[in-house]
Nanobody, 125 residues
Framework: QVQLVESGGGLVQPGGSLRLSCLASGVTLDYSTVAWFRQAPGKEREGVSSITNIDGSTYYADSVKGRFTISRDKTKKTVYLQMNSLTPEDTAVYYC??????????????????WGQGTQVTVSS
């Protein structure tokens, strides 16, 4: 079955960087879409970024545009989220999610069927 495992979270100071990884198993990435979401305590889940694996096209929420970069390595079945210039407002549990179809510019959580367990990102001095 499809499984997603996130890693790379941790504690970082404001202005710092982290790279999250999402390792997929039980699936090939070719005709899928993978997205990153986040949820901070007391807040609704927010879509952060998505990547359409058939051609590598990407999409970003306005809140992270210019700071975060999503990428993928299909041979490693891994999607990455490089996060730069982090602020305390980026503190959240980050989840990767996968849809077994090609979407573009899609951060609607209910369209993604498979989810990882999440990884905590804390930005604090």
């Amino acid at each position: 079955q499809v499984q997603l495992v996130e890693s790379g979270g941790g504690l970082v100071q404001p202005g710092g960087s982290l790279r999250l990884s999402c390792l997929a198993s039980g699936v090939t990435l070719d005709y899928s879409t993978v997205a990153w979401f986040r949820q901070a305590p007391g807040k609704e889940r927010e879509g952060v970024s998505s990547i359409t694996n058939i051609d590598g096209s990407t999409y970003y929420a306005d809140s992270v545009k210019g700071r975060f970069t999503i990428s993928r390595d299909k041979t490693k079945k891994t999607v990455y989220l490089q996060m730069n210039s982090l602020t305390p407002e980026d503190t959240a549990v980050y989840y990767c999610a996968l849809a077994l179809r090609t979407y573009r510019s899609n951060l609607a959580a209910d369209t993604y069927s498979y989810w990882g367990q999440g990884t905590q990102v804390t930005v604090s001095s």
